[in-house]
């Protein structure tokens, strides 16, 4: 019983010591959210429990790089209320090896859809016949994409005009922790009962609001 305890303890001493680093490492490098902390604590831990004090360290180091890694990806998407994570497919890339341009506007497509999601914008255009149209788009390319990878594209909007609105749009790579696009659409309202540009209904511009100070 005595060597039990002594086991336990020893084990409470590391999961503490691992705990303390951690949190210190999260606060030094601006926060992660706590579910993400305790994933990792508790994998560390695991791993611990089974390793000498030089595979310790290397935990340390591995969990250090994982940890900073998530805030810094954090960091890049931060200030767009909308972000999914996009596997990048075999098939987009080109005779060049790498993405086809045309790809990253498919990635900046489906943010658009899933802001659009969140708008509900089906109830708005199924009750008015008003809904989204796109006048224009523009993407600037900062880095080749190659699979495999998985991006993160996030979208928001920066402007509310009478008539339309403008979104911002973000590609990151998680392979290379780093921008690989950014881009620009003008949304204009169309009133699809009509066939016609119309003005933006006070409905859907109160709801971006309400989206956008959540962010």
């Known amino acids: 019983m005595s060597g039990m305890r002594k086991q336990k303890s020893k084990k409470a001493f590391e999961f503490n010591q691992l705990y303390s680093f951690l949190r210190l490492n999260c606060l030094l490098s601006g926060g992660v959210k706590q579910i993400l902390l305790s994933k990792i604590v508790y994998a560390a831990v695991c791993c611990i429990s089974q390793t000498d004090i030089k595979n310790r360290f290397m ?5 250090d790089r994982m ?4 805030i810094f990806m954090k960091n890049l998407t931060e200030g767009y209320p909308v972000v999914i994570e996009i596997p990048v497919a075999w098939g987009e890339m080109d005779a060049f090896q790498h993405v086809n ?4 506007f498919r990635y900046f497509e489906s943010a658009r859809i899933a802001y659009f999601e969140k708008l509900n914008l089906l109830d708005l255009m199924n009750r008015t016949g008003i809904g989204p149209i796109l006048a224009s ?7 080749p994409l190659k699979y495999p990878d998985k991006v993160l594209s996030g979208v928001r909007v920066t402007s509310i005009k009478e008539d339309r609105f403008i979104m911002n749009y ?3 790579s998680t392979k290379h ?5 950014e881009g620009d659409g003008v949304i204009v309202a169309f009133n699809y009962r009509e066939n016609m540009k ?3 209904p006070e409905e859907l511009r ?3 609001l309400d989206i956008e100070k959540d962010k």
């Open 59 to 63: 935990t340390f180091a591995i969990i």
């Open 67 to 70: 940890t900073k890694g998530k």
């Open 101 to 104: 341009n045309i790809a990253y």
């Open 137 to 143: 788009t523009s993407c600037k390319f900062r880095i």
């Open 170 to 172: 973000i590609v990151v």
């Open 177 to 181: 922790k780093k921008i690989a696009a």
């Open 198 to 200: 119309t003005l933006m």
């Open 206 to 208: 109160q709801r971006i």
